[in-house]
């Protein structure tokens, strides 16, 4: 059997990985690490001390300057020989024309790892250039040896819409470390901790929406929370219930606009974030538009946490992942959102399928992806 060195190319910051796109790179390389040789060329916004993999450097220009990557390849050539490389993945197409150079001059396989349809955020954003870079990462995508995608949904559009060669193609989806749902008591403590930490009462229900807050899609999803949905659980008179938004980047318009509501909480960036995901009773989803996996969907779905979220929330997710757990409503359907929230039901002793733990455990995904990089 072939044995396997992974170089892995990431052009922005990772470690430490806070938010959703950093913790899919992290966990990515740190499980593969423990199945087969990992060194890890990174961005150099990554301190060496902060990566926990025994080999790692970072002196790459950040993507935005990645042209001025240019000057590293025969550094980067040396460290394929160094290190014995025989895999080369690039996480998302940005470098992928660097990955492309080096597999040529290298003779390794190239394999880009999509977090999603880079070129379809950036429509979703109006970026003027969007069609140019929809080009660009369909050539990448169509010039590698293999393509890792985070959703079935991502790769098909792929494979229907660039011709993406199928046998080319597989799914390396985000990641979780837990193996088993959160007991009772540990779920009890965080609803507590909440409680005192933000003057919530037991009454209360507690719906938590999370992310990083100035990309496209959460920004959205703050503006139908406060537009859409708090003025529909207003005209129920009874319901008592507070909306937790975490994460970091918000800007200063939107936190003096959420200052405004009596039933609104923003904790900003908070450090475990599992804390809130136990101690809430619902995880919300308002967005219907993104590619890629919502990787604070899939947390929350591992801390058993019940899940309310439109259809286009739930992209790279089986029934059999989520069962009970989730309630799905058609996207923009504000008032089936608001009346899922209001009828949500009461604390239940059903938990995360086991299913979900045995698809979604980094081990299980890396381990599937090695089997990939095996044949090529």
């Known amino acids: 059997m072939q044995t396997i060195s992974v170089l892995g190319i990431i052009s922005y910051k990772v470690w430490p990985a806070q938010m959703g796109g950093q913790k899919c790179a992290a966990g990515f390389y740190e499980y593969l690490s423990k199945q087969c040789a990992v060194t890890v060329l990174v961005s150099r916004e990554n301190q060496q001390k902060d990566i926990p993999?025994?080999?790692?450097?970072?002196?790459?220009?950040?993507?935005?300057?990645?042209?001025?990557n240019i000057i590293w390849v025969p550094a980067i050539l040396m460290l394929i020989k160094k290190r014995k490389i025989t895999h080369i993945i690039i996480e998302h197409?940005?470098?992928?024309?660097?990955?492309?150079?080096?597999?040529?001059?290298?003779g390794r396989p190239l394999i880009v790892r999509s977090h999603n349809i880079e070129s379809q955020r950036l429509?979703?954003?109006?970026?003027?250039?969007?069609?140019?870079?929809?080009?660009?990462?369909?050539?990448?995508?169509?010039?590698?040896?293999?393509?890792?995608?985070?959703?079935?949904e991502d790769m098909q559009w792929a494979i229907a819409k660039w011709k993406i060669k199928a046998e080319k193609a597989s799914i390396a989806s985000f990641g979780v470390t837990l193996q088993q749902p959160p007991s009772g008591d540990e779920k009890h403590g965080c609803r507590k901790f909440l409680e005192t930490a933000h003057e919530i009462t037991p009454e209360e229900k507690v719906f938590l929406f999370n992310g990083t807050l100035d990309y496209l899609p959460n920004v959205d999803a703050?503006?139908?929370?406060?537009?859409?949905?708090?003025?529909?659980?207003?005209?129920?008179?009874?319901?008592?219930?507070?909306?937790?938004?975490?994460?970091?980047?918000?800007?200063?318009?939107?936190?003096?606009?959420?200052?405004?509501?009596?039933?609104?909480?923003?904790?900003?960036?908070?450090?475990?974030?599992?804390?809130?995901?136990?101690?809430?009773?619902?995880?919300?989803?308002?967005?219907?538009?993104g590619t890629g996996i919502k990787t604070k969907l899939i947390e929350?779905?591992?801390?058993?946490?019940?899940?309310?979220?439109?259809?286009?929330?739930?992209?790279?997710?089986?029934?059999?992942?989520?069962?009970?757990?989730?309630?799905?409503?058609?996207?923009?359907?504000?008032?089936?959102?608001?009346?899922?929230?209001?009828?949500?039901?009461?604390?239940?002793?059903?938990?995360?399928?086991?299913?979900?733990?045995?698809?979604?455990?980094?081990?299980?995904?890396?381990?599937?992806?090695?089997?990939?990089?095996?044949?090529?």
């Open 53 to 68: 993999l025994q080999h790692a450097e970072s002196f790459l220009f950040n993507h935005w300057w990645g042209p001025l």
């Open 93 to 106: 197409s940005y470098l992928g024309w660097l990955g492309w150079l080096l597999s040529k001059l290298s």
């Open 123 to 152: 429509r979703d954003r109006a970026d003027v250039w969007w069609g140019l870079y929809a080009w660009y990462e369909r050539w990448v995508l169509r010039h590698v040896a293999h393509n890792f995608f985070v959703t079935e």
């Open 222 to 289: 703050i503006r139908i929370i406060i537009s859409e949905l708090v003025p529909r659980l207003s005209k129920y008179q009874n319901f008592q219930y507070c909306i937790l938004i975490c994460g970091n980047r918000l800007s200063e318009p939107w936190q003096r606009v959420l200052d405004e509501y009596e039933n609104v909480v923003y904790a900003g960036f908070v450090d475990d974030i599992d804390i809130y995901y136990e101690g809430a009773d619902c995880f919300i989803v308002p967005s219907s538009f």
């Open 300 to 376: 929350a779905l591992a801390n058993n946490q019940m899940i309310i979220s439109t259809h286009n929330g739930i992209k790279g997710l089986k029934t059999e992942h989520y069962l009970h757990k989730l309630i799905a409503v058609p996207d923009y359907d504000w008032d089936a959102f608001a009346e899922a929230m209001v009828n949500l039901p009461e604390k239940s002793l059903l938990k995360t399928p086991e299913t979900f733990y045995q698809t979604f455990h980094w081990e299980r995904i890396t381990r599937n992806a090695l089997a990939q990089l095996v044949q090529l």
